[in-house]
Every structure is written in structure tokens, then in C-alpha cells.
């Protein structure tokens, strides 16, 4: 923490919020290096798992979430990932390294953006204070076997109540168990200590201190209401009355402050109703239940369920309906959304009838991009078009030559893979197919695609050079894992 002069100067007078430390964070022995490799192995096995839910636009709002709390935190070495996991429970995670999870349930069941920011909060609290890696340093000697254990119960945890519990439980067997269980389950005092920390980092961030102390409140008294998805966060987050108790007198000394929802929450709310089914009998029932809930709508409710209708017909491909809910939903709305300019231009861009009419959302798409210089979503969106307009030499420019789009994205390579195949260029075809593989952790698939790279031969020196020498790499490394699960 600051000094308290430093702090009270943030926080209009207020002190500290007093409660347990751990000790020095830098105790744990288990270097940020090492914790953030062992994130990343983490994050290839989730990336591969169909609960994995990448949606540029859901992606972007919980990372400027998250980033807007990483900013008012006390200064880390960590480089944080935001990501969503399609499940109706309500629960967030920290891995190591900080990749910090959240569940779709979570955002529709917050009934303010407070409230999921205190949750968020929370986390990167655990991940600061290195919670994760002081339960996990003493299974240096074997981070193969600790990446898979961890792993496996996180997702039987997800499962929430005691079913849940036993079955993580049953996971982690042999000298892994103690440790998995202190996974599942954080100490009271690593629980009081991300308490601390993530209200002193939302206050700071300006929500609403009472966030995380209203939706802890909401678990603890309303189970009956969220019946199977209160218990999953009440499985790996404990939760007290005498954690309550700490927050609630933390939170009682500060002044007030009200802090009006952002309509991208709103929006991303709706979006997530959606995108939480995956049939095609869900985004019916979705929708119908949308257009109940609009006619007694006004405001921003009104128009937020009109950007979600917008998105179920989308899901439907009843593209005029998209395109006329994403139109009204524009009309409604007040104040400038990144989500709402993306869902127009991607309606109107399906429902335009000629390559003339297509070309003018496009350029509609890149003055959105110049905007949004940082927004992956639009990047996205810009990308897309381009590859149905068949402009494959000015889509790989983009990608290459700086977008906001990361090479560490598996969607990097497989937007590249699928143009240059177009292009006839094999070799790169291949080797981005193989990044893309190496990046959701199937090490076997990727040196097969890199083999392909290697036999197609059409790449310059340069970039035959470095599938060779890529090649090697994950050789190495498949024979690594290989005797690791033998182990």
C-alpha cells in the first residue's frame, strides 16, 4: 500500500482500510516469470476448451473493465488478460500470471457495473498479492503436473456446490492435493487481504465502494434466488461473517459516491443473454423474451434490448431484423459506443446488395478503426470485411503492419492462415495454421502444420528460416510434454 499521506490524497481524506497483509508480496519464491509461464500453459488448455468464449466485443469490455482498475491499483509487474467463460454460474478466477476469468453469469446477474468491478477488483487483488503463487511454490520441481491439476479443478469447481467440491476434490489426489485445495478454496486471510485491496482499487477506480460488499451480500442472502450459481463463487471464495463484517465497516467510513452505469454495460449485458446459448431453440426463446421485456422498456433499458434483439436476429441470420433493431437501438441510444458503431456496421455490411454498397460500409469500418485505435473488436470487424471483399494483400498489410490485433491471439493467425491460402501462399498458409495450434496448446497439431510449412518450400529465405528453425522448437517441445504425461 502507499503511505497513508498518499492514499488519503487519492481518496479525499479517507485512510487506510486496515485490514490483515499476508506480509511482503515479494515473498513468494516462485518468480513472475515462472508464474506468468505457468499462466500461459494454463491459458492454451482453456483457450482449447469450448467454454472458452472469445467474442471481440465482450473481450474488449471486461478488459477495458479490468484495465481501468489495473490503472488505479497499486503498481504490479503483471500484464493482465481479461477473459469471459460461457457458463450461467456466477464466478470469476485468477490464474496465475495474471489471466483473470469470468463467467457470463456473473455480468447478466450484476445488478450494477460496480458490482462486477468489485468482483473484478477482487481478483486482481489475489493475482497482486501473489495469493496463487504462494500456494503453488513448493510444486516448482513439477509445473507440468501442477498446470494440469489446477486446471481440471478449477473447471470441477465450476460446477459449484458440493457436487463440485467432491469432484475437485477427487482430482487433486497424491502430492498435489494440499495444494489444489488451497486453490479451490483461498485462506480466510488471502480472502480479507483481496478484500482489502480491491475496495481500495475501486474506490480509487471511482465506482461505487459499496459494489463488492452489495453483491457479496446478495450471495449470502439470496442463494434461494440464484439456487446452483451463488455456490460456485461461494466454493473457490469462501465467504464469512466476519468478512462481511470487515467490509461492511471499510466501506460504512468512506463518503458516498454514485456511479451511473456505462451503456456498454447495459449493452454487454444483453449481449451476454445472447451468446450464452448456443442453439438455435435458445436464441429464439432469447429474443422472445426480449421483445416482452421491451414493451414495458424506456431509456437506456429500451435501448440496450433493442442492441440485444439486434444480436439474437444475427444469430438467427434474419439479417433485415438485425439491421432494423441495430438501427433503432443507434436512434435511442445517447452518448458514443464502440459496441453499438461495430453491431451497425456489421448489419448494415450483411445487408447490403452490392459490392458498391459493401465497399461504402468498409470505408465506414476503417474511419471506425482510426477512431478505436486500440479496439480489437473493430479491428475484427474491419478484417472480416475485408476478407469477404476477397482484399486478402490489404487484410494481411493490416494485420501486419500494427492493428491493434495481437500475435498472441490464436485469431491472429488463423485471420492470416485463411488469406493467404486464398493467395495460394502455402508455406505462410501453414505456418500461421501452425502458431494458431501452438497458441490453444495442441503442440502435436502445430508441428504437423509446421512439417506442411517446411514441405511446401514457397516462402522466401527469410521466412522458410524461421519455420525451420519453429520447427525445432516445438519438436522439442512436444517431446517435453510427452514425458511429462508419462510421469
Do not use: W
Request: aromatic share 8%; charged share 25%.
Amino acid at each position: 500500500l502507499p503511505p497513508a499521506g498518499a492514499y488519503a490524497q487519492l481518496s479525499g481524506g479517507v485512510g487506510e482500510f486496515n485490514l490483515p497483509s499476508l506480509g511482503n508480496v515479494a515473498g513468494a519464491d516462485l518468480t513472475v516469470l515462472e508464474e506468468r509461464s505457468l499462466g500461459e500453459q494454463l491459458m492454451r488448455r482453456v483457450r482449447a476448451d469450448k467454454s472458452y468464449l472469445p467474442d471481440p466485443e465482450l473481450t474488449d469490455f471486461v478488459n477495458r473493465l479490468g484495465y481501468r482498475l489495473v490503472a488505479a491499483a497499486d503498481p504490479s509487474p503483471y500484464d493482465f488478460f481479461f477473459f469471459t467463460i460461457r457458463d450461467k454460474s456466477l464466478n470469476a478466477f485468477a490464474l496465475p500470471g495474471g489471466f483473470i476469468a469470468v463467467h457470463t453469469g456473473l455480468i447478466v446477474a450484476s445488478q450494477t457495473e460496480s458490482e462486477l468491478a468489485g468482483v473484478i477488483g477482487h481478483e486482481i487483488g489475489h493475482v497482486t498479492q501473489r495469493h496463487i503463487a504462494r500456494m503453488i511454490e513448493g510444486q516448482k520441481s513439477n509445473l507440468a503436473l501442477t498446470v494440469g491439476s489446477i486446471l481440471l479443478a478449477i473447471l470441477a469447481a465450476r460446477a459449484g456446490g458440493d457436487s463440485g467440491g467432491h469432484a475437485a476434490a477427487a482430482i487433486a489426489m497424491g502430492s498435489q492435493a494440499a495444494m489444489i485445495q488451497s486453490q479451490l478454496n483461498y485462506s480466510q486471510d488471502a480472502e480479507r487481504e483481496a478484500d482489502r485491496v480491491g475496495l481500495q482499487t475501486l474506490y480509487r477506480a471511482g465506482f461505487d465502494p459499496h459494489g463488492l460488499e452489495g453483491f457479496f451480500a446478495r450471495l449470502q442472502s439470496s442463494n434461494r434466488f440464484y439456487r446452483s450459481a451463488a455456490p460456485a463463487y461461494l466454493s473457490t471464495h469462501p465467504l464469512t461473517t466476519e468478512r462481511m463484517a470487515d467490509m461492511e465497516n471499510r466501506t460504512r467510513q468512506l463518503p458516498t459516491r454514485m456511479h451511473a452505469d456505462s451503456l456498454d454495460f447495459s449493452l454487454i449485458q444483453q449481449r451476454v443473454r445472447v451468446l450464452q446459448e448456443t442453439t438455435h431453440d435458445g436464441y429464439l426463446k432469447i429474443r422472445k423474451n426480449m421483445e416482452r421485456e421491451l414493451r414495458n422498456a424506456s431509456g437506456t433499458a429500451r435501448c440496450a434490448l433493442e442492441y440485444g434483439l439486434s444480436v439474437a436476429s444475427e444469430k438467427l441470420n434474419d439479417n433485415a431484423a438485425a439491421l432494423d433493431h441495430a438501427t433503432k437501438a443507434s436512434s435511442l441510444c445517447t452518448g458514443e459506443s464502440a459496441v453499438l458503431e461495430r453491431n451497425l456496421l456489421r448489419a448494415r455490411f450483411r445487408n447490403a446488395a452490392t459490392t458498391a454498397a459493401k465497399d461504402a460500409v468498409l470505408k465506414d469500418a476503417k474511419r471506425a478503426v482510426e477512431r478505436y485505435p486500440l479496439s480489437d473488436m473493430m479491428s475484427a470487424n474491419y478484417v472480416d470485411m475485408l476478407y469477404e471483399l476477397g482484399r486478402h494483400e490489404e487484410l494481411i498489410r493490416f494485420l501486419r503492419n500494427g492493428s491493434s490485433l495481437s500475435p498472441d491471439d490464436p485469431d491472429y493467425h488463423a485471420l492470416l492462415a485463411r488469406s493467404y491460402e486464398k493467395l495460394g501462399k502455402k508455406s505462410l498458409q501453414y505456418q500461421h495454421t501452425g502458431e494458431m495450434y501452438a497458441l490453444l496448446g495442441a503442440t502435436e497439431a502445430a508441428v504437423y502444420q509446421y512439417g506442411m510449412a517446411q514441405k511446401a518450400a514457397d516462402g522466401d529465405f527469410y521466412t522458410m528460416s524461421e519455420i525451420d528453425a519453429r520447427l525445432r522448437e516445438l519438436r522439442q517441445q512436444m517431446i517435453q510434454e510427452k514425458k511429462d504425461r508419462e510421469r
